[in-house]
């Protein structure tokens, strides 16, 4: 992290209620002015299908950047950022309990326990916090059926996995048999960078128009909507940190303006 922060690692435990543990990292500035203050903003940052965490890093940073020349516009308290039961560093953790099998859920659960503090290994209390929630692709798509509520201040959703029920079930065998099958390991850190440069997926990709106008009924009913340049739907994260960073920023700053 190049942007002043301090990070620290948990392993949340929601057992015995549910037996997957989550690895999260918060990242705070020891002399932020925001630290207890009940405006700021949380954010909650939750990765795609087959990454991890710290993927976000990169757009956490220039985000904090564009933050600190904003003459105020937004606040932010503290960023917290949270490894899937079945990726990253909680995938160590659960290796043998997610042998017994999983659902497709369970991110969302994960995140859902860990804000409303049912488990241990984190004190704190979110429900003194402004929560915005940012996802991209299955990060994106968060449950909001679980109780207790989780009273997030706004979502801001990056390339959100929707899609109609005829096309989802496959789609999603699709991402799963994909991830299983990602290579993870490299002779070297320049045959990586070859061998991933290579694959169309880190190509630039449009977006399509039926599927924009058809989001959540339609454009009207989103506080805002844009395009990041020069990314496609699995890699904006790392193809265009700083573009995606500038359009969260704005998001944050539409976030502030609301009185709730």
Known sequence: MGTGFSTKSYVFDPRPSYPLLSVVKRYWKP??????????LTLIFAHATGFHK???EPVIDDLQAIIDKGAGKTKIREI?????????????????????????????????????????????DFTGHKLVAIGHSMGAALSMGYYPKINFTSFILCEVMIMSA?????????LVQGAEKRRDIWPSKEEAYKLLKARGTW?????????????????????????????GHLYVVQMNPTGLSEKIYNALVLTSQVKL
């Not at 002399?31 to 700021?40: H, I, M, T």
């Not at 005829?166 to 699709?174: L, P, R, S, V």
């Open 166 to 174: 005829k096309f989802g079930i496959a789609a999603a065998n699709m």
């Open 31 to 40: 002399q932020s002015a925001y630290l207890n203050d009940p405006e700021a």
């Open 80 to 124: 917290w950022t949270i490894d899937a039961p079945n990726h990253g560093d909680s995938a160590e953790l659960n290796e043998e309990t997610l042998k017994l099998g999983y659902g497709r859920f369970v991110l969302c659960r994960s995140i859902h326990l860990f804000l409303s503090g049912l488990g241990s290994g984190v004190d704190v």
């Open 54 to 56: 710290e993927q976000w």
């Open 203 to 231: 190509k630039a990709a449009e977006i399509k128009t039926d599927v924009v106008e058809n989001l959540a009924g339609g454009l009207q009913n989103l506080a805002s909507f844009t395009r990041v340049q020069g990314a």
